[in-house]
T-cell receptor, first 114, second 112 residues
Framework: GDSVTQMEGPVTLSEEAFLTINCTYTATGYPSLFWYVQYPGEGLQLLLKATKADDKGSNKGFEATYRKETTSFHLEKGSVQVSDSAVYFCALRRSGGGADGLTFGKGTHLIIQP | DVKVTQSSRYLVKRTGEKVFLECVQDMDHENMFWYRQDPGLGLRLIYFSYDVKMKEKGDIPEGYSVSREKKERFSLILESASTNQTSMYLC???????????FGPGTRLTVT
């Protein structure tokens, strides 16, 4: 079945450091890929998405590129802030129409220190 | 803005009780979902619904049922709560064709 593997944390960085959170997936066909963020005490918010190979999703300084050849969707940010501290989830949705749930990775807890 | 609300942020129930978790969305979305979130396991899909009175099992439906009598409301039911159902429960909704999912704030359920 489908699966998503992401680096587990916690990942601790200093403010203004470069961030990479790795995400790889296993799925048939051409899934859509997502990054969600969960701030403390809140639900998940969509951070960015990509629906086909070589698409780049971006939002709030974060970027991720859909790489079909390596089945990856790594999240990057050039200069992190303390406010980026949260749990980040990589997820996929199977290709095809209709409703379908997302398959999530286990989440990466990111801690940014001032 | 899309708003997905859940009836309770925190809930404490006893083993064997029947538990109802309610979710309401205000954007006329066709699809609704229930997930549970556990440390080290991420989110796992319990059930989803793509229309009123329609439901589909997700990856971990055992011990749960759902009800969708109105388009905006999707209920998760624990027929007889057990301690291994202590978890954070997240509701989400989406609409085609993007099918982006919008999440509620979650209900942290403790079964004692």
């Amino acid at each position: 079945g489908d699966s998503v593997t992401q680096m587990e944390g916690p990942v601790t960085l200093s403010e203004e450091a470069f961030l990479t959170i790795n995400c790889t997936y296993t799925a048939t066909g051409y899934p859509s890929l997502f990054w969600y963020v969960q701030y403390p005490g809140e639900g998940l918010q969509l951070l960015l998405k990509a629906t086909k190979a070589d698409d780049k999703g971006s939002n709030k300084g974060f970027e991720a590129t859909y790489r079909k050849e390596t089945t990856s969707f790594h999240l990057e940010k050039g200069s992190v802030q303390v406010s980026d501290s949260a749990v980040y989830f990589c997820a996929l949705r199977r290709s095809g129409g209709g409703a379908d749930g997302l398959t999530f990775g286990k989440g990466t807890h990111l801690i940014i220190q001032p | 803005d899309v708003k997905v609300t859940q009836s309770s942020r925190y809930l404490v129930k006893r083993t064997g009780e029947k538990v109802f978790l309610e979710c309401v969305q205000d954007m006329d979305h066709e699809n609704m979902f229930w997930y549970r979130q556990d440390p080290g396991l991420g989110l796992r899909l319990i059930y989803f619904s793509y229309d009123v009175k329609m439901k589909e099992k997700g990856d971990i439906p055992e011990g749960y049922s759902v009800s969708r009598e109105k388009k905006e409301r999707f209920s998760l039911i624990l027929e007889s709560a057990s301690t291994n159902q202590t978890s954070m429960y997240l509701c989400a909704s989406s609409f085609p064709p993007s099918n982006e999912q919008y999440f509620g704030p979650g209900t942290r359920l403790t079964v004692t």
